[in-house]
């Protein structure tokens, strides 16, 4: 599965009303359930998880990179 099509787009929590533009917002639910998603200022362990994605966002909640590891 490609996630690098979420990057640009705004990381929001969960939307209490489950209608959104997903042309420009992701959820949790919008990805594996053992990601890791952080902001990019935020402090993260070094191990190596073969099949985690990790999502990184700005201060804006812009997705700004994914990878898996």
Do not use: Q, W
């Amino acid at each position: 599965m490609k996630f690098e099509e979420h990057i640009g787009k705004t990381y929001i929590e969960e939307c209490p009303h489950g209608n959104y533009d997903r042309t420009l917002f992701v959820t949790r639910k919008d990805f594996p359930e053992n990601s890791r998603i952080m902001n990019d200022s935020s402090a993260m362990t070094m191990d190596y998880i073969e099949d985690r994605l990790n999502v990184i966002y700005d201060d804006r909640n812009k997705i700004i990179k994914t990878y898996f590891g």
